[in-house]
């Protein structure tokens, strides 16, 4: 037996219908060539009367039929071609997407480790805070604190969550109705939590409400992401604004600084993976931003603020 459990000395039934094929064509050109040249022959015979006009046609002839086979054979030598290279295409695409579906199966089995492992944790330190909150008696700063952790906690149980869905067909949540408004406020509070932020003025304005279908935890990775670059971006001494637009076809949100902003020759490259403009940067935070933004099917880019700084540019549609 052949591989393929072909039995050995028997053609292949691909290459037999190529053979097949291959002689149809041959047996229709040596047909009609035969048929050409009877015909021609005596339509000569037939037209001319001395030697030297029969010679003159039988080379017009020739050459016409030289000239008729050569057209032919271009026109299919250039199909021919023309398959091949969108074979060899496709096969590319085919060979791409291979690699694409391995490189997310192991994306997906270590994503799911890190999650396991890191929900372990969290679990203790969501578990505290609940004991925390019934037990303890808190001032409003304190309990305001305590909160915002808890917040934290949820959030980064979400991603776990999230990242252990990764490499699944599932893996993407339906959209919710929720309030950005509410999401940019609390992304804010959180915001000023931060170790870089005692000195730097961040202010949210939009309308009070607007409430719309998202991806609420990507959403929050979006606002986050650039609010973080933002305070990073002025040494946490600057301003910061996050501003919000309705509109009736899409909602847009702009995150402003007063940094030192990005070179128009690097911003097409600061939404790539592992590119990163800080020494102690990992490239990953804006890229996560772009791919949050796709989920949303909206759009992000990146220009200069009236602020003196960068202004990141998110896009996103009013009906999701």
Not at 16 to 36: D, E, G, H, K, P
């Amino acid at each position: 037996m052949a591989q393929g459990g072909q039995p050995e000395g028997e053609v292949p039934r691909y290459l037999a219908n190529y053979n097949r094929t291959a002689l149809a064509l041959s047996a229709a050109y040596l047909l009609i060539c035969s048929i050409y040249i009877v015909l021609s022959d005596r339509w000569v015979g037939y037209l001319t009367r001395s030697t030297e006009e029969q010679v003159l046609f039988q080379t017009y002839k020739g050459i016409a039929f030289v000239a008729f086979s050569a057209a032919l054979i271009f026109a299919m030598a250039r199909k021919l071609l023309q398959r091949m290279a969108a074979d060899q295409r496709r096969l590319r695409e085919q060979q791409q997407s291979l690699i694409e579906a391995e490189r997310r199966a192991t994306a997906g089995l270590m994503a799911h480790a890190i999650a396991h492992d890191m929900n372990n944790v969290l679990t203790v330190g969501m578990a505290n805070v609940e004991l925390l909150r019934s037990a303890a008696k808190l001032d409003n700063e304190a309990g305001e604190m305590l909160n915002d952790i808890g917040f934290s906690f949820e959030r980064l149980h979400d991603m776990t969550r999230r990242m252990s869905r990764i490499g699944h067909a599932a893996d993407q949540q339906p959209a919710e109705k929720a309030d950005l408004m509410d999401i940019a406020r609390r992304v804010v509070q959180l915001a000023k939590r931060h170790r870089l932020a005692d000195r730097c003025a961040i202010a949210v304005s939009g309308p009070d409400q607007l409430p719309c279908l998202l991806h609420v935890s990507q959403m929050q990775d979006i606002l986050q992401n650039l609010l973080f670059n933002a305070i990073e971006a002025v040494n946490g001494e600057g301003r910061v604004e996050i501003r919000v637009t309705a509109g009736p076809r899409e909602h847009t949100i702009e995150v402003h600084d007063s940094g030192p902003g990005v070179p128009p020759e690097r911003r097409a490259q600061i939404f790539e993976a592992m590119y990163s403009t800080k020494p102690s940067g990992m490239g990953l935070g804006l890229m996560s931003v772009k791919a949050a933004v796709k989920t949303h099917r909206g759009r992000v880019e990146v220009a200069e603020s009236p602020l003196g700084g960068a202004c990141f540019r998110v896009a996103v549609p009013a009906h999701l």
